[in-house]
């Protein structure tokens, strides 16, 4: 069945650090890919997604590009701030059946001032 | 426009009790899903409803988990009798339809700690 694997955490980072979090996928096809992210307290929300091979999403500075021979789409940030800490989730949609989201297991990100 | 509603947000009970969550999603939105979340791993899909029909509860664990969207609007999940490993955070999401990559938008979660 379709899988996400992300890069273990926790991670910690200096503020304007550059940030990149692995996610490869196994899935049949091409699914759509997705960056979620849970700030302390809160729900999840989407960051960023793209849809086909080679789209590059991108919000709040953070941009992943969907790589269809490496099946990765791993999130990057030049230069993260305090603000961005949280729970980083990279999940995939998958082409048949009901098309449910799949997560990875979340990457833990602190960044220290 | 209002998010997806979750309630309660926390609830501690102990094993073979049962419980009730709540969920209403944003309007208009025709598909609702459950979530478990276990701590230190992702969410995982129990139940998706497509209006009021069940479209997959594949991972369901249907001995003791049952869901409802009678009206194909709000809808709630029950657990009976708990179990210890039930312990995790149920999140509700809803999205406009399930085709294509429509964006699911996650309410907060309801928190279950069973002792």
């Known amino acids: 069945g379709d899988s996400v694997t992300q890069m273990e955490g926790p991670v910690t980072l200096s503020e304007e650090a550059f940030l990149t979090i692995n996610c490869t996928y196994t899935?049949?096809?091409?699914?759509?890919l997705f960056w979620y992210v849970q700030y302390p307290g809160e729900g999840l929300q989407l960051l960023l997604k793209a849809t086909k091979a080679d789209d590059k999403g991108s919000n709040k500075g953070f941009e992943a590009t969907y790589r269809k021979e490496t099946t990765s789409f791993h999130l990057e940030k030049g230069s993260v701030q305090v603000s961005d800490s949280a729970v980083y989730f990279c999940a995939l949609k998958g082409i048949q059946g009901a098309q449910k989201l799949v997560f990875g297991q979340g990457t833990r990100l602190t960044i220290n001032p | 426009e209002a998010g997806v509603a979750q309630s309660p947000r926390y609830k501690i009970i102990e094993k073979r009790q049962s419980v009730a969550f709540w969920c209403n999603p944003i309007?208009?939105?025709?598909?609702l899903y459950w979530y478990q979340q276990i701590l230190g791993q992702g969410p995982k899909l129990l139940i998706q409803f497509q209006n009021n029909g069940v479209v997959d509860d594949s991972q369901l664990p249907k001995d003791r988990f049952s869901a409802e969207r009678l009206k194909g609007v709000d809808s709630t999940l029950k657990i009976q009798p708990a179990k210890l490993e039930d312990s995790a955070v149920y999140l509700c999401a809803s999205s406009p339809a399930w085709t294509g990559e429509e964006t699911q938008y996650f309410g907060p979660g309801t928190r279950l700690l069973v002792l």
């Open positions: 309007s208009g939105h025709a598909t």
């Open positions: 899935a049949t096809g091409y699914p759509s």
